[in-house]
């Protein structure tokens, strides 16, 4: 019964994560949490193995119709990375609510401002502007990635929405280059958890079987996926996580 | 476009013979496990290790790509990524 359980976890975050260009962290994490009772702290490290899984399996189905920037995955993931590094040294010094909250309210003018489908005031284009082009890239997965590892989240929900809006990229090119790039940043955590014995190991294995069939699914749906669909999904996926960050602070407040 | 000479062919193949192997592998240690047999700890051990390789392995696809396509920039960015995640594997995991 529990391995169904984890199973159907992995199903349903390769799914929405292969949708989206996400992780699935996001659903993972609550999902072993609450409906597994998994305990959190060891929730983080087998979702963020299984992200590795995910990237490998639905970003191929935008590789295949040419929907990820392979430049851009590269040039991004390793100033993400870096970002990553930051943020997460940054976190034991910035107050835990105060970056929370921020975040929260970053999230919720970012959902409403993807669900609107804001055109970007200047669309960056590679061919005339090569080098500005790059250097906003490299500042935005770099901030990205100081968010995600202030914050311990999952770099997608925050990068596809920006390089949607601010980049100016097609919806579905952001979407195959977060799916990609997700998988150089997961790597890298889950490698630590796992040389520090930080996964369970039981738990995993039903997790990917799950999340490798779920992320070839969900990436081939999203491959064909229409924008509002992704857009009302993505605006739901913020809200919820914005939610999710800041309920425990603002009740401290409180 | 520049972007257009990057072959993905060989990232495509990578991916797929690498989830296959990954998905056969673990469905089959699922598949054990629901029918109540004993499936060792070490068999899913090391089927974590092979999948944390496959994935920084995807690196050296990138740098061979990239290569090959004259993007030599792209190609040491490439190996920098590679440097990258192995110094934040150290980092967080001997000194911090």
Sequence with gaps: MEVLLYLSCGLSAGLLGGYLGLGGGIVMVPFLTVLAGVDFKAAVPVSATAIVVNSLSSSNEYVKKGMADMELVILLSVFMVMGNITGSNLSQV???????ILF??????????????????EKLSFEDHRTRYFMVCTVIAFITGVLAGLLGVGGGVILVPTLYLIVGLPLTTARGTSALMIGFSAAASATVY???????????????AGIVVGGKIGGRFGTVAKP?????LFFIVMLYLAFRLSSESIMRLF | MKEKLFNSNSLIKY?????????LYFITLTLLSATSIWVSVEAIYWGVVGLLLIALL?????????????????????????????????LKYWIL
């Excluded at chain 1, 910035?94 to 929370?100: E, I, L, Q, T, Y």
């Excluded at chain 2, 991916?15 to 998905?23: E, F, P």
């Excluded at chain 2, 696809?61 to 990524?81: D, I, M, N, P, T």
């Design chain 2, 15 to 23: 991916q797929r013979y690498s989830r296959n192997l990954v998905a």
């Design chain 1, 228 to 232: 509002l669909v992704v857009k009302v």
């Design chain 2, 58 to 90: 995807r690196v050296l696809v990138f740098a061979h790509e990239f290569r090959k396509a004259g993007l030599f920039r792209f190609s040491l960015l490439s190996y920098l990524l590679g440097v990258v995640i192995l110094s934040t594997v150290a």
């Design chain 1, 104 to 121: 929260t309210v970053l999230l919720i003018y970012t959902a409403f401002s993807f669900l609107k489908g804001r055109k970007p005031t």
């Design chain 1, 94 to 100: 910035v107050p835990a609510d105060f970056s929370r």
């Design chain 1, 194 to 208: 796992f040389l520090n014995n930080q996964v369970n190991l039981q738990i995993v294995a039903p997790v990917i």
